[in-house]
C-alpha cells in the first residue's frame, strides 16, 4: 500500500506544482492574476485524479478487487497529503527564494479588480487595509505553510471522499457462497 501511495502521490504532486510553477513564473514576469486561479483549481482536480486511479489499482492488483470506504479514503488522503507537502514545499521554495514581492504584486492585483468592479473608495480602502494584514501575516512562515495548504488540502479531501464512495467494493454474496 505505502508504494501505491508514494507512487500516485508524486504523480499527482508533479501535476500540481506544475501547474504552480507556471503561475508563478507568471506573476514574476509581471502577468496578471488573471485566469490564475480557475487553470490552479482545475490543475488541483485532473492532479487529484490520480486519487481514483490509485484506489483502483490498489483495490484490483493488491487487494483482490475488494476495498472498504475507510481503507480507499485513507489511500486516498494519503495521496493528498504526499501531492500537498509537495505543493506546499515547492511554493516555499519558490515564494522566498524567487518571487519575495508576491503579496505586493498580488494586493496590487486585488487593488485593480476592486476598482474595475466598481468599488468605491471607502470599500478600496477596506481592501487595502484587509490586504496590509494578510500582508503581515504572510510575515510569518508558519501562516504561509497552513495557507498553502488550505489552498490543496480541501481539494484533496473532497476527491478522496468522492473516490472512496465510488470504488469502495465489498466481497459480493455470489463470492462469499
Known amino acids: ?3 501505491n501511495i508514494w507512487i500516485f502521490g508524486i504523480i499527482s504532486g508533479l501535476v500540481v506544482t506544475a ?3 507556471y503561475s508563478a513564473a507568471k506573476i514574476s514576469r509581471g ?3 488573471e485566469g490564475n486561479e480557475i487553470l490552479g483549481y482545475t490543475t488541483m482536480i485532473v492532479a ?6 490509485g484506489i483502483k489499482n490498489y483495490r484490483d492488483k493488491y487487494n483482490q478487487g ?8 485513507k489511500i486516498g488522503l494519503l495521496i493528498t497529503l504526499v501531492a500537498s507537502t509537495m505543493y506546499v514545499t515547492v511554493w ?4 522566498y527564494l524567487f518571487i519575495p514581492d508576491f503579496i505586493d504584486k498580488y494586493t496590487a492585483c486585488v487593488i485593480k479588480d476592486a476598482r474595475e ?15 496590509a494584514s494578510f500582508g503581515e501575516m ?3 512562515p508558519l501562516f504561509v505553510v497552513l495557507t498553502t495548504y488550505l489552498e490543496i488540502f480541501p481539494v484533496g479531501l473532497i476527491v478522496s471522499l468522492i473516490a472512496a464512495l465510488i470504488l469502495k467494493r465489498k466481497i459480493s454474496k455470489q463470492a462469499q457462497a
Do not use: R
Open 48 to 53: 487529484f485524479s490520480f486519487i481514483f486511479v
Open 138 to 140: 504572510y510575515k510569518n
Open 31 to 33: 502577468d496578471d492574476f
Open 19 to 21: 501547474m504552480m510553477l
Open 117 to 131: 468592479d466598481g468599488a468605491t473608495q471607502a470599500q478600496l480602502d477596506l481592501k487595502a487595509s484587509e490586504m
Open 1 to 3: 500500500m505505502k508504494k
Open 66 to 73: 475488494i476495498i472498504s470506504f475507510g481503507k480507499a479514503f
Open 92 to 95: 516555499l521554495v519558490d515564494y
